[in-house]
């Protein structure tokens, strides 16, 4: 049995698919900035939400699962952008290979 793809009309969000852009920093290294690249409307779930500890300081960790219309050349290092917020995506996954549906897991990050 294959899985059925999301209804259109409960992607009722509009995200922003952000492009990383890479330049040197003059030391060897890479710093990172986003473009804004294509808008995609698109279903969000929250999956779990944890507080941890990082640098001595608490932080939460919020992640969702996003489906979006299939695209190809998503990767982990791009993200996505609702409004204010600001996912990073983890991971990505066609779930039945049809090419119909693209999901992303993808966790909440700061400004």
């Not at 969702?64 to 219309?69: A, K």
Request: hydrophobic share 35%.
């Amino acid at each position: 049995m294959t899985p059925r793809s999301q209804p259109i009309g409960k992607r009722a969000r509009r995200f922003v698919l952000e492009l990383p852009q890479d330049r040197p920093d003059g030391f060897g290294g890479l710093i990172r900035s986003y473009a804004s690249g294509p808008q995609v409307w698109g279903a969000m779930e929250m999956l779990s939400g944890t507080e941890r500890v990082r640098a001595d300081r608490p932080e939460q960790a919020l992640t969702h699962r996003i489906t979006l219309r299939y695209r190809d050349g998503v990767t982990g290092a791009m993200r996505l952008t609702l409004g204010l917020r600001r996912f990073a995506i983890r991971a990505t996954s066609d779930p039945d290979g049809a090419r119909r549906d693209l999901v992303c897991l993808v966790e909440e990050v700061g400004p």
